[in-house]
C-alpha cells in the first residue's frame, strides 16, 4: 500500500517491508522539507505493526546528491546550525531508536547527507555502480559533519582522511572491501536483493529483530568489562518470551514458527 501523503519521497508497504523511496528529482538534494518527510517515513513504519523490515532508496540516478546547496547558500552559523541539528541529531536519533532493521539499498551516487542516511542503517546493500563521496571540505569549505566519526569507526582515520581531504569517490567494489557496505550486487537486481535480504529477516521474531538491534547499538561503545555480563542477560531475559519459547518448539517440531512478538 503507497502513501500518497509524501511529497519528496515515496512510502509503502509490501509484504512487512515498508520501502521509503527519496524523490526529489533531479538529484534528490536534501532539504528541510526532506528531512522532516523521512523523518515522519521512518516513525510510521516503526509504528506499523505490520512492518518488519524498513528499506532506504533512491529514484533516479542515486541516493541523493546530499544537502541541497540552494537551500542552504545563505544561510549564517545560526541557521546551519538549526538545520544541522534537525538533519544530523534528529536523524541518528529516529533511526537508532527504531525497533526493526533498516536497509540502504544504494545505486549511483550517493554524496555527504546521502552518506549520512546510508551508513545509519543497519546494512547497505549496494549496485555495482554505486559510488560514495564526502565533498564538503572542497565544496562547504567545512569539515563533512558525522562522516568524521563515522568513516573513523569503519575503515580507520588514515582511510577516513584521505576521502575527506579530497572529496573523491569511492566506488562500491571499494567500499565493499572496506567493510563500508554489506554486499554489492548488479545494478539491475538492486531492489531484487534488497527485498530478498528484507523478506529473509521478516520471518524472524519482531521481538528477537528489536531485542537484537538494541544490543548491537548498546555493545557499540561498550568497554569489554561489561560485555559478558550484558550478553548474559540479553540472552537468558529472552528466554522468558512467547516468540523465544515458540522458536525452540518449532525447531523441535520442525516446523515454522508462529510469532506474537511478545
Known amino acids: 500500500m503507497s502513501d500518497s501523503a509524501f511529497s519528496t519521497l515515496q512510502y509503502e508497504v509490501i509484504d512487512n517491508t515498508a520501502k521509503i523511496i527519496l524523490d526529489r528529482p533531479p538529484a534528490n538534494l536534501i532539504n528541510k522539507e526532506m528531512t ?8 510510521k513504519a516503526d509504528s506499523d505493526p505490520d512492518v518488519r523490515v524498513i528499506v532506504l532508496a533512491g529514484n533516479g540516478n542515486g541516493l541523493s546528491g546530499g544537502v541541497d546547496l540552494n537551500y542552504v547558500e545563505n544561510f549564517d552559523s545560526s541557521e546551519m546550525e538549526e538545520f544541522l541539528r534537525l538533519f544530523y ?3 541518528m536519533a529516529i533511526v537508532r531508536g ?8 544504494i545505486h549511483g551516487y550517493a554524496r555527504e547527507g546521502a552518506c549520512t542516511l546510508a551508513f545509519a542503517c543497519d546494512m547497505i546493500i549496494a549496485a555495482d555502480d554505486a559510488d560514495f563521496g564526502y565533498p564538503g571540505v572542497p565544496n562547504l569549505a567545512a569539515p563533512p559533519g558525522m562522516h568524521v566519526w563515522i568513516l573513523q569507526r569503519l575503515i580507520g582515520r588514515m582511510k577516513a582522511a584521505e576521502l575527506i581531504f579530497t572529496g573523491k569517490s569511492l566506488g562500491a ?3 565493499e572491501r572496506m567493510g563500508l557496505i554489506t554486499k554489492v550486487v548488479g545494478a539491475g537486481s538492486l531492489m531484487y536483493e534488497a527485498e530478498k535480504m528484507a523478506s529473509k529477516i521478516a520471518e ?6 528489536k531485542r537484537t538491534r538494541d544490543l548491537l547499538y548498546q555493545m557499540e561503545d561498550m568497554d569489554f568489562q561489561q560485555v559478558p555480563e550484558t550478553a548474559v542477560l540479553a540472552l537468558s531475559s529472552a528466554f522468558d ?4 519459547r515458540e522458536a525452540r518448539k518449532a525447531y523441535i517440531e520442525k516446523r515454522k514458527p508462529v510469532w506474537t512478538g511478545r
Not at 204 to 209: R, T, V
Not at 241 to 244: A, F, N, Q, R, Y
Open 173 to 175: 567494489a571499494q567500499a
Open 204 to 209: 524472524m521474531s519482531p521481538l528477537a529483530l
Open 98 to 105: 527504531l525497533s526493526k532493521p533498516i536497509i540502504a539499498a
Open 36 to 43: 522532516l518527510e523521512y523523518h515522519s517515513a521512518l516513525k
Open 241 to 244: 518470551s512467547e516468540d523465544s
Open 89 to 91: 541529531i534528529g536523524t
